[in-house]
């Protein structure tokens, strides 16, 4: 069974970055045909995906978040990573990863997500 845990800080200053980590057991991160995926949910809006890294290590962002946002990936810990530069309160969000899956040109969802965790942007 797959289980994704996302880590990090509650509380990060405006202006500053905002990183996470993601880690992932019961499965491979290099594993083909499996994207390893941010997306967030700020408070009373709705779920926003913001990027994803590809078991080839290929990396997709969301156009409106592209210039801020950077996901890397640890494969000897199995883990991934978000970094969110030049945050506001507008970042606020509770934060999830999750697995997405695409075969030959088929898109087949996000099976696993993590639990989510809060992050608040103040100063």
């Known amino acids: 069974q797959v289980q994704l845990q996302e880590s990090g800080p509650g509380l990060v200053k405006p202006s500053q970055t905002l990183s996470l980590t993601c880690t992932v057991s019961?499965?491979?991160?290099?594993?083909?045909?499996?994207?390893w995926s941010w997306i967030r949910q700020p408070p009373g809006k709705g779920l926003e995906w913001m990027g994803a890294i590809a078991y080839s290590d290929s990396t997709y962002y969301s156009p409106s978040l592209k210039s801020r946002t950077s996901i890397s990936r640890d494969t000897s810990k199995n883990q991934f990573t978000l970094q969110l530069t030049s945050v506001t309160p507008e970042d606020t969000a509770v934060y999830y990863c999750?697995?997405?899956?695409?075969?030959?040109?088929?898109?087949?969802?996000?099976?696993?997500w993590g639990k989510g965790t809060l992050v608040t942007v103040s100063s």
């Open positions: 999750a697995r997405e899956t695409v075969v030959a040109g088929y898109y087949y969802g996000m099976a696993y």
């Open positions: 019961g499965g491979s991160i290099t594993s083909n045909y499996y994207y």
